[in-house]
């Protein structure tokens, strides 16, 4: 089935430093979403994003977070900079339209550890 | 916005036996309701979902139930299996917006 790649699986930062997380949405897909998950469970929603804006975002979607897909490459995340409480897995995802019941893909996720 | 609250964090279950998993939603709006599975150190896996239309859907082993009145909707596991073992999340779209998550419920299936 479609699939959602994310790269790199897992990344290891020093606090204060950028990071950018990748997402490589279905091909056709028109939406694009990040999500954070916490301690195993909580998928807390940050952010999604369509025809090149961010069309909601939550509280947690801080500053220091952004996101573009330039020129229809990757889906990305970029923190900068980095804080302690921002280790946690990210899971991009996409789908081809939103609401009415339209599915979302999710990516395997980029677990982040800040030091 | 949209809470969704699910009600079960653990449930532990036998082989063969029924698993049943609790959510509820605050926006009335909401009219899609998807269910994912992520097994131990992996991504979310799509399982099954339930559009506003309706009030029950199967596939295969899965049941979904929606009560809209309630707010309320379930994943019924029939016939559980060990590879049914499992973090399950329930979630609603907010009225056609980005999918807001329960909390997780973990369920174990035991031989």
């Known amino acids: 089935g479609p699939k959602v790649l994310q790269i790199p699986s897992h990344q290891i930062i020093d606090m204060g430093q950028m990071v950018t997380l990748n997402c490589d949405p279905v091909?056709?897909?028109?939406?694009f979403y990040w999500y954070k998950q916490i301690l195993g469970q909580q998928m807390e929603f940050l952010v999604n994003?369509?025809?090149?804006?961010?069309?909601?975002k939550s509280k947690l979607f801080k500053d220091q977070f952004s996101v573009e897909r330039p020129d229809g490459s990757y889906f990305t995340l970029k923190i900068q900079p980095t804080a302690l409480e921002d280790s946690a897995v990210y899971f991009c995802?996409?789908?081809?339209?939103?609401?009415?019941?339209?599915?979302?893909?999710f990516g395997k996720g980029t677990r982040l550890t800040v030091v | 916005g949209e809470k969704v609250e699910q009600h079960e964090s653990t449930l532990s279950v036998r082989e063969g036996d029924s698993a049943v998993i609790n959510c509820t939603y605050t926006?009335?709006?909401?009219?899609?309701f998807p269910w994912y599975k992520q097994e131990a150190g992996k991504g979310l896996h799509f399982v099954i979902d339930?559009?506003?239309?309706?009030d029950r859907k199967q596939s295969q082993r899965l049941i979904v139930l929606l009560d809209k009145k309630a707010k309320r909707f379930s994943l019924h596991i029939t016939a559980t299996q060990p590879e049914d073992s499992a973090i399950y999340f329930c979630?609603?779209?907010?009225?056609?917006?980005?999918?807001?998550f329960g909390t997780g419920t973990t369920v174990s299936v035991s031989p």
């Open positions: 995802a996409s789908s081809l339209g939103q609401g009415r019941g339209t599915e979302v893909f």
């Open positions: 091909s056709n897909h028109l939406y």
């Open positions: 994003f369509y025809n090149g804006k961010v069309m909601e």
């Open positions: 926006d009335t709006a909401s009219s899609y």
């Open positions: 339930i559009r506003s239309n309706v």
């Open positions: 979630a609603a779209d907010q009225g056609g917006r980005a999918l807001i």
